[in-house]
């Protein structure tokens, strides 16, 4: 790895740390997330791209593409349980993480959510909970992306 796509990478951590983190937070306090961090974290985001990894800039849009189309899928499935914030951080996703640890990103956050939801409803014992999904989504982006720089 040469210093600018370790550069990139660090870049592309402290975006993703900051951007997740502040998405966090107002989904766990109000269950739902204004349009300005994920405007100011994909226009970050792209822009890193194109100055990290200019020539694969397209890979990290398509990715972006089938998270949130993957997001949005789910969202009519399930009758508008996910909201459309939850759509949007898919995007923002996709803008981290390449194609190969997409799996990675749904498959962690999917189980990381589970599990929380069953312990809050074992705890509660009440019908329609509502919980916030970005923090398990930002494990699942955290764990895909480290996944990726470090193995593949």
Partial sequence: MTALELTGQIVFLI?????SLIM???????LAVPDWPYWAG??????????FHR??????LISA???AAIYYLARKISKDHLGMGDVYFGFFQGLCIGLRVIWVCLAVETFTGLIAFLILYLVKKE?????PFIPFM???????????????
């Fill in 55 to 60: 020539f694969e800039i397209y890979l990290f």
């Fill in 65 to 67: 593409l089938i998270l």
């Fill in 15 to 19: 975006l993703l740390l900051i951007f």
């Fill in 24 to 30: 966090s937070r107002y989904d766990i306090k109000t």
């Fill in 42 to 51: 994909c226009i970050c985001l792209i822009g890193a791209g194109l100055i």
């Fill in 138 to 152: 930002s494990a699942g982006l955290l764990t895909a992306f480290i996944l990726e720089w470090l193995v593949l």
């Fill in 127 to 131: 019908k329609g909970i509502k919980m």
